[in-house]
């Protein structure tokens, strides 16, 4: 475990819980980061923190503040990400995002040139936003795809002077409907970048669907964060399927850049959107594409069915987490799932699962 987060830590921190972990590396200072949200009892976002490793992910130090909620500040959603373009007059800054929900989702940047020692708070535009996922292009331009407040639209804020100003616009529009079940879920965007600066963001939505019946993925490009390619669906399945897609992470192979992007979706999804809380059964899939989505492969079941019950519930639904990871090593994609089997007499049975996909051939 992490130390000095948490009470139950070794040595121990001042929070109760610890929760929204994202990880990034910072090649010039040779650091691992894990950023996350620390919970007490009383604000469930009462700080944001970044634990540090300089012995590539053996040992870890307690972690630094980012940012400490205070005067009704809720802290929620953070993301990181570090410039590891040795070309970039940026090499070597790290940017961590958040919003405070205690204040209308109020958007937050924070950067740090000294491998996640200090944290400066950026200056940014007065606006709502959730889930925003940082990424950075060879050239050092951030460029952030997000929801806003409401996640009724998905925007992108960028910045090409190493975080000291930004600019937004929106991309589309989000039409999603309610996934079956009284699952846990949502339009959050997932976003990942290739080697030559392309970003792909990917969540779920309607509107390919008639009368928004089931949740699609779908997916936007962008070669610098302000013009965007029009919405298109990834072809899990047919438009008159009566399958449910929901909670998608994509990963892309920063080896590879277009014509010959390699961009894998893991995913949850539901074979019959017409089900109950008893009747619904869930699964987890991945699907692939070699040429930056010209073409994809067939679908891949990784885990299930599963009993939502089988699940933790909250007091948003069942919950598999609001994320999903999806990251590729030596040219295979892995996308980490929550995966629930049937509880026993000690409780749930539910743990967090790769199952190591080799990136398959691609169809069409």
Known sequence: ??????????????????????????????????????????????????????????????????????????????????????????????????????????????????????WTLARTPNIGVIGGQPLVQPSGRIIIPIDNASETALGALTSTDGGGSWTFVTITSITAANDPGNIRSGPLPSAEIDGAGKVFVTWEDCRFRPNCSTNDLVYVTSSDGVNWSAVQR????????????????????????TPNTHVAVTYYYFPNVSCTVMTCLLDAGSISS????????????????MQLMWLPTTTQGWMVGDYISTSFSGGSSHGAVIVAKPPSSNGLDVALYDPATKFPKPRG
Do not use: E
């Not at 948490?6 to 650091?31: C, I, K, Q």
């Not at 072809?235 to 590879?256: A, C, N, Q, R, Y």
């Not at 010209?294 to 990784?302: F, I, K």
């Open 290 to 305: 070699t040429n930056g989505g010209l073409t994809w492969s067939a679908p891949t079941q990784l885990a299930g069915p």
């Open 1 to 118: 475990m992490l130390p000095g987060i948490t009470v139950y830590t070794n040595p121990p921190g001042p929070y109760a819980r610890a929760s929204d972990p994202a990880v990034a590396y910072d090649a010039l200072h040779n650091v691992w980061i894990i950023s996350s949200l620390a919970l007490d009892a009383s604000v469930n976002g009462a700080a944001v923190l970044a634990s540090r490793s300089t012995t590539g992910g053996l040992t870890w130090n307690n972690p630094v503040n980012i940012a400490t909620a205070a005067n009704g500040q809720d802290f929620d959603k953070p993301w990181i990400v570090c410039d590891n373009s040795s070309t970039s007059p940026f090499y070597g800054s790290c940017y961590a995002q958040w919003d405070d929900f205690g204040h209308g989702n109020q958007l937050k940047i924070a950067y740090s040139r000294d491998g996640g020692v200090i």
């Open 234 to 257: 990834i072809p899990i399945d047919s438009v008159s399927s009566t399958v449910d897609h929901l909670i998608p992470g994509i990963g892309v192979d920063k080896s590879t850049s």
